[in-house]
């Protein structure tokens, strides 16, 4: 009887496969990844690689020494205080506590402060709360403290937002107005989060996370980059990091552009050239996570999309991790034996600059 | 939490426990690929890039330098103060230092 390896589906759920079912996979997702991007696909060498990273037998695995790469946060500190929205485990905490224990407790690289909504909007009414927060963590932090947000354009829309709601607009056949409220709602966006993080510059920010990019679509990239533009034109020395939210930026727009570069439709290999010439330091790639399939298919995915993207970047890239992208699993507690694995794989055979 | 913390575990540079923070700090500050940074590093230090996330190596350095450890030492500078001797290691401003500077005026 063959041997069987313990592993998980995208859902985190364990399975077991042979060496040969390992391949196989990994080979059909690496070649989903090279058939949607139109990129190289990885080396028989690099394949090796992945199967003995998923066949090691211990639960967790860890890059070589000397391969080790910083990890930068999103969500921040809200993940000790906050509710289960926020994947927080409700530590009563203040969030200099939180963003205290991750440097001298976990031994994290950076660390992020963030609003407990978690979106630029929502910050407006209590930007003198989150000046107030950052001066004091930076009194007592060293490594360095972004902050972090999701753009999150879904927002400036009805109801929640002063803009016709684009999907309403669709519905009607009104393509036009659609595209119109998406460009006054992308317009917002950008001048709000410069305004925001022009306070906490003078809060003494070290920089900004640019949390889920693209989420609601090629508006939600246009503003980005283009208050990425202007923060960097006024703050030559901002750190700035531009993490995306998908693999593939969805078109809900579809004729918008950056630097004449139609946004609708990039994958993260040509996401990230444009994430540089906006300004950012770090460019943050994603590739989703396929619940129906196993780790080793969406691991072959990940680091295919991911190598082609740390290939084509300008600027470091931290690739996306959390739950549900990276080929780490998507559930609340993804297991560390799934997690550590990808983690791995990203640093070995992706080649990316951190996490 | 253990998701993140797997991370740290797996593939991080243990932040102020070695020299994660520096190795970051040049990756957002000069744009810096992960070698280009760690040689960077490495080369202010006069250490190997291996020794950057060697926790036996930068305990007493980070001490020594002034630049922040992870155990809470008395009358050891911390915070800002830490930083702005990291200002000087690594040839960079940090921006929460030049607003001490500049209110201490």
């Known amino acids: 009887m063959a041997t069987e390896y313990k592993l998980r589906m995208g859902d985190g759920k364990r399975i077991f496969m042979t060496k040969e079912q390992i391949i196989a996979d990994l080979k059909a997702g690496m070649a989903d990844a090279a058939d949607l991007g139109e990129i190289p696909d990885l080396s028989e060498d690099e394949l090796d690689k992945l199967v003995d990273i998923i066949t090691i037998p211990s639960r967790m695995v860890g890059v070589e020494q000397g391969m080790e790469v910083p990890v930068t946060h999103d969500i921040g500190t809200i993940r000790i205080d906050g509710d289960q929205g ?7 905490s ?19 402060l963030g609003h407990i909504d978690y979106s630029y909007k929502p910050v407006k009414p209590v930007i003198s709360q989150e000046q107030q927060t950052m001066e004091v963590c930076q009194q007592n932090m060293i490594v360095p403290l972004l902050y972090g947000a999701m753009p999150n354009m879904g927002l400036y829309y009805t109801p929640d937002g002063p803009f016709e709601n684009p999907g309403d607009l669709m519905k009607a056949f009104k393509i036009k107005e659609a595209q119109e409220s998406m460009e006054h709602s992308a317009e917002h966006l950008t001048r709000d989060t410069v305004w925001i993080m022009q306070k906490l510059m003078s ?3 070290d920089g900004v996370n640019f949390d889920t990019i693209g989420a609601a679509g090629d508006g939600d990239m246009y503003a980005s980059l283009h208050a990425i533009e202007a923060l960097r034109k006024q703050f030559p020395d901002i750190y700035i990091e531009a993490g995306m939210a998908g693999e593939l930026l969805l ?3 579809g004729e918008m552009e950056y630097d004449g570069t139609v946004l609708a439709g990039l994958w993260p290999h040509q996401q990230a050239p ?4 906006a300004g950012a330091n770090i460019f943050g790639p994603v590739c989703n996570t396929n619940t129906s399939k196993s780790s080793a298919w969406n691991l072959g995915r990940a ?11 300008p600027i470091p890239c931290h690739v996306n991790m959390g739950m549900g992208v990276g080929s780490i699993p998507m559930f609340e507690t993804p297991t560390i034996d799934a997690v550590s694995r990808a983690s791995k794989a990203m640093v070995e055979v992706a080649g990316v600059d951190g996490i | 939490m253990g998701m993140p913390i797997s991370h740290i575990m797996t593939s991080g540079m243990s932040g102020i426990r070695a020299a994660g923070d520096l190795v970051a700090r040049m ?4 744009n810096m690929r992960i070698g280009e940074a760690k040689d960077f590093v490495a080369k202010k230090l006069d250490l190997t890039t291996d020794d950057l996330s060697d926790e036996y190596v930068m305990r007493e350095l980070r001490e020594e330098l002034g630049i922040g450890v992870i155990t809470s030492v008395a009358g050891a500078p911390k915070g800002i103060a830490a930083k702005m001797n990291i200002e000087k290691l690594l040839g960079i401003d940090i921006n929460c230092c030049d607003k001490f500077r500049g209110q201490t005026k």
């Open chain 1, 86 to 92: 926020n994947s927080g485990v409700g530590i009563p």
């Open chain 1, 94 to 112: 203040s969030r200099l506590v939180g963003a205290m224990m991750h440097e001298r407790a976990f031994g994290a690289d950076t660390m992020e």
């Open chain 1, 203 to 205: 809060s003494g920010a």
């Open chain 1, 251 to 253: 078109g809900l727009h």
């Open chain 1, 274 to 277: 444009l994430a540089a010439k």
């Open chain 1, 303 to 313: 680091v295919t999309f991911i190598k082609a993207a740390v290939k084509a970047s």
């Open chain 2, 27 to 30: 990756q957002f500050s000069k």
